[in-house]
């Protein structure tokens, strides 16, 4: 499954940097969340830290991660599957609860990371930041936290996104995404409120359910774009450094296999050998069954024999 994009103009940029708003948002999404930390949750449970604070963590940090793994990445970015309106209405707007950006932002800046991935030209990429350990430590950094102060948004355009840009509804989801934003926070500080009776439980749900949860989330997909292009196997031929890591699949639901993608791009199932757990994936398949999706893209078994690499040379 070969990419479909048109590498002739993918250097090529909309903008000569990242946005003012972009940038302001950001810095938002990531410096705000970690005030979450200010509190201890074993020192402070039943004080500052209740069941419910707990509760909606996990359940909106789950519910939102498939935003990311299933709708922006699987389905919007790579076309892995085709969606009932519904589906995907829910999933583009569960992925902007992520604060990681509108669909058209996030689809466009991997787009081209596929183009080019580990080239000159890819937004996030760890590699080609100089020799050594000080080399290796700045490219870490750009492809983790780094590039969403200088790329992000850079490829908003219809180099990489026509398709979305020709979508009412996607175009329609993208224009409130602030109030997607409103409601990440909202919907905790709601449940804490209604649950404790005050407006400081209603906080106090924020903080653990909304910025916290946020911030974890945000260090764990970003942990793709660092870590898994710089530690883990390499299990099928690519042509760049994605690497499998099942630490960071096990955060991300199975996108941590990112070996695996680089060799399928437009596979809905990224855990694609034995023990690969893909619960992004065990989500998809529940909706087919369902009906909810359809035309779910996988590699066939003699595409993956092709480019299945030996053990010595995936290490």
Known sequence: ?????DTRVAVGTVRPESSTISKVVTLAAVIVPPIGLLSAMGLLWGVAFHPVDLILLVALYVICAFGTTIGFHRYFTHRGFAAHPAVKATLAILGC????????QWVTDHRKHHALSDQPGDPHSPHGHGDGLGGALRGFVHAHVGWLFTNLGMEQGRIYGNDLY????????????????????????GVGYLVGGTWERGLEAMVWGGLLRIFLYQHA????NSICHMFGRQ?????????NNWIVALLVFGEGWHNNHHAFPSSARHGLLRGQFDVSWWVIRGLEKLGL???VR??????LSRRRQSASASD
């Open 235 to 243: 299990d099928f031929r690519s042509r760049d450094e994605a690497r």
């Open 293 to 295: 999706v359809w035309d």
């Open 97 to 104: 609860m992520t604060m990681q950006g509108p669909v058209t």
């Open 166 to 189: 020709e979508d009412t509804l996607v175009r329609w989801i993208d224009r409130l995404y602030l109030v997607w934003v409103v409601l990440t926070l909202g919907i905790p500080f």
């Open 221 to 224: 997909t970003f942990a793709v």
């Open 1 to 5: 499954m070969g990419q479909t994009l």
């Open 298 to 303: 996988t590699p066939a078994q003699p595409q």
